[in-house]
């Protein structure tokens, strides 16, 4: 079955005896934020947000907010059900249906981690990371997939890690210590590897199912909160909102 479709089939056996999903009064209303309204005024200026290379967009449904990065943003307005009727064939689609899929499983108290951190709280998160990766799995290979600066900081001072981006200005630069290296490379990455730290922006660009290997993987940030609900995946997110 498609990633998507199992996807819309899990949510939709989950709400099937809620009002919302019939009702045309109940809208998603999708929006771009600006740098400033996802994370304030965090202690480092080098996230891929600042820079312009993603934007956060940020789905509203009664009053619960879901978000989710992406590199095509927009607005959008519709029912529950033009969502899910929408195609899913470009990054803008994608991330209009996941950042919909966490307001409002937001709204129905199913799930809570759907808004960013902000100011301090990207740093703490990070320094948080490396001490939960430690007690999880002791001193793994970390593959990193998705530069968030960081935490890439933070982990390589404690342990093996490498790093692929989409990102084409960061490849072959040093970024916190590491060498950012090709997505082309990440299945050589991931055989190397002992455990998978993926961005849930690979729920967005459509990469995600490539990574489900047999090897532990934990998504991090809030975009892929409902879908983790949904899948069964783990997801990391120790300051959202």
């Not at 490379?185 to 002992?194: E, M, N, P, R, V």
Request: proline share 4%.
């Amino acid at each position: 079955m498609d990633f998507y479709q199992e996807i819309k089939e899990k949510f939709c056996h989950l709400i099937k005896e809620d009002s919302i999903w019939s009702s045309r009064v109940n809208v998603v209303n999708v929006r771009t934020l600006t740098p400033k309204e996802v994370i304030g005024k965090p202690d480092r200026d080098d996230f891929p947000l600042l820079r312009g290379k993603e934007v956060m967009i940020q789905a509203n449904f009664k009053g619960s907010l879901g978000q989710a990065f992406t590199d095509m943003p927009g607005n959008y307005s519709g029912t529950l059900q033009e969502v899910f009727k929408m195609p899913l064939v470009n990054n803008f689609q994608r991330a209009v249906f996941v950042s919909s899929i966490n307001a409002v499983l937001r709204h129905l108290n199913i799930i809570s981690k759907t808004v960013h951190c902000r100011d301090k709280e990207p740093g703490k998160c990070a320094n948080h990371l490396k001490d939960y990766i430690k007690e999880r799995f002791g001193k793994p290979r970390v593959a990193f997939i998705g530069l968030q600066p960081a935490m890439v900081q933070a982990l390589s001072a404690n342990f093996k890690i490498r790093v692929v981006d989409l990102d084409q200005d960061n490849i072959g630069q040093e970024k916190c210590g590491v060498i950012i290296e090709d997505v082309s490379h990440t299945k050589k990455i991931l055989s190397w590897a002992d455990i998978i730290l993926a961005t849930g922006t690979t729920t967005v660009n459509n990469t995600l199912t490539s990574l489900l290997i047999e090897k532990p993987i934990i998504f991090y940030g809030v975009t892929i909160s409902g879908i983790a609900y949904l899948m069964g995946y783990e997801q990391y997110c120790f300051c959202s909102h």
